[in-house]
Every structure is written in structure tokens, then in C-alpha cells.
């Protein structure tokens, strides 16, 4: 199950309240982790545009799993490719 852009995928919160996220993009960095980053698709146009980030795994059964990113060094990198995705018009 490849997660294209602009796809809807549904993620649950905390307390199992699912919301409807679109997705912006999808990347791999040097670690070799895939991550997705998502906007949520009830966001108004007019609002700052909130952007969720989740390492994720793919496995056989399509099935995805998100996991939250965890460290400084992560955010980091994961932040750069973003700024530059956006600089080229990608996102």
C-alpha cells in the first residue's frame, strides 16, 4: 500500500477519534525511514495550514503503521526536506 500525494487516509487520535488527513507528500531520509507528511482535510483554506509529520511502515497486509517522530535529529532533517520540497513547489 504506497502512499501517493494527495491521498486521504484516516488516522485515529488518542482516544481513537478518527480524522480525515490528506496527505502532502511522502520521503524517505538518509536513516532510511519513510515518513509522510499530512494536513488535516476539514482545515479551512483561510487557516494557518497545520502540518502533521509520522515516520511510517508499510507492511504486507496493507496495513500502515505511523509512529511519532521522536528525536531533535530527526525533526531536524525531516524539516529540511520540507523547506525544501516547499522552495521547489512541491508542496
Known amino acids: 500500500m504506497g502512499l501517493e500525494q494527495e491521498e486521504q487516509i484516516i488516522i485515529p487520535d488518542e ?3 478518527e480524522h ?4 502532502l507528500t511522502v520521503f524517505t531520509l538518509e536513516n532510511e525511514q519513510s ?3 499530512t494536513i488535516p482535510s476539514e482545515q479551512k483554506e483561510s487557516e494557518e495550514v497545520e502540518v502533521y509529520v509520522f515516520r511510517y511502515e ?3 497486509e496493507n496495513d500502515l503503521k505511523l509512529f511519532q517522530v521522536e528525536t531533535d535529529e530527526e525533526w531536524d532533517m ?3 526536506i520540507l523547506y525544501t520540497l516547499e522552495d521547489e513547489g512541491q508542496i
Request: charged share 30%; glycine share 6%.
Open 78 to 80: 525531516i524539516e529540511e
Open 20 to 23: 480525515l488527513f490528506q496527505v
Open 15 to 17: 482516544e481513537g477519534v
Open 35 to 37: 515518513y509522510v507528511a
Open 58 to 60: 508499510d507492511d504486507n
